[in-house]
């Protein structure tokens, strides 16, 4: 692919436009997962003093939440 001569073809922007689509619409349903029922879950799981469920954050990346947030 890097080194075509020539611009892509209509199918491989279908594909890609496809494809784009797909990944909006499934990192939609994980935000509305983590927005919605991991709150719903650690709330049930701090009532029974039950350590929470997080997701673990890349080196150096940064935080969407505050620390307060995270197990």
């Not at 799981?45 to 469920?53: A, D, G, Q, T």
């Amino acid at each position: 692919m890097d080194s075509a001569d020539t611009a892509p073809t209509k199918q491989s922007y279908e594909y890609y436009e496809e494809m784009r689509t797909w990944a909006q619409r499934e990192m939609a349903k994980w935000k509305d997962i983590k927005e919605k029922d991991v709150v719903a879950f650690n709330d049930m799981m701090r009532k029974e003093n039950i350590p929470l469920v997080g997701a673990f954050r890349a080196a150096g990346a940064k935080a969407a939440a505050s620390d307060e947030d995270e197990p």
